[in-house]
């Protein structure tokens, strides 16, 4: 995997991967960026909420669990002092359905959490992961 960044002014970046699907990134005005796109910081917590989701519903489909709507909310704390990693994460996930398996859905999390998302292991070197559900009834 490869994936180049190019600089279009000041601090506002765009890269891409080898999808070769162009990403913008910026920081706020009071560092010296545009503040016209997410941070490097942000898309890393959209890439674990994205990685996790496709693993869970994934599971869930391949176990025929109807799913009707699903969010995912990321929530980060992150350390004082620089580098300022992540030092704890909350997924807080919700499914929207009916008769959706509650024990179906531990299990496609625990699996995601344990075994499947890379993205979610590699976070979880610094940070205290933790996650919750919860099933609205459409």
């Not at 000041?10 to 162009?22: C, R, V």
């Not at 909420?49 to 496709?54: F, K, L, Q, R």
């Not at 994934?58 to 709507?69: E, G, H």
Request: charged share 25%.
């Amino acid at each position: 995997m490869k994936a180049i960044v190019k600089r279009i002014d000041g601090l506002s970046l765009i890269g891409k991967s080898d999808s070769n699907h162009w990403v913008p990134m910026d920081v706020g005005e009071s560092v010296g960026g545009a503040d016209a796109a997410s941070t490097p910081l942000q898309l890393v917590l959209i890439g674990l909420g994205g990685c996790t989701s496709i693993d869970v519903l994934s599971i869930l489909a391949k176990k025929r669990v109807n799913i009707d709507d699903f969010t995912l909310e990321v929530e980060a704390e992150r350390a004082a002092e620089h580098p300022k990693v992540f030092t704890k994460i909350v997924l807080k996930f919700t499914f929207f359905g009916k008769n959706i398996s509650s024990q179906a859905v531990e299990r496609a999390i625990e699996l995601s959490v344990t075994k499947y998302c890379s993205v979610l292991e590699m976070l979880s070197k610094t940070a205290n992961i933790e996650t919750e559900y919860e099933i609205k009834e459409k």
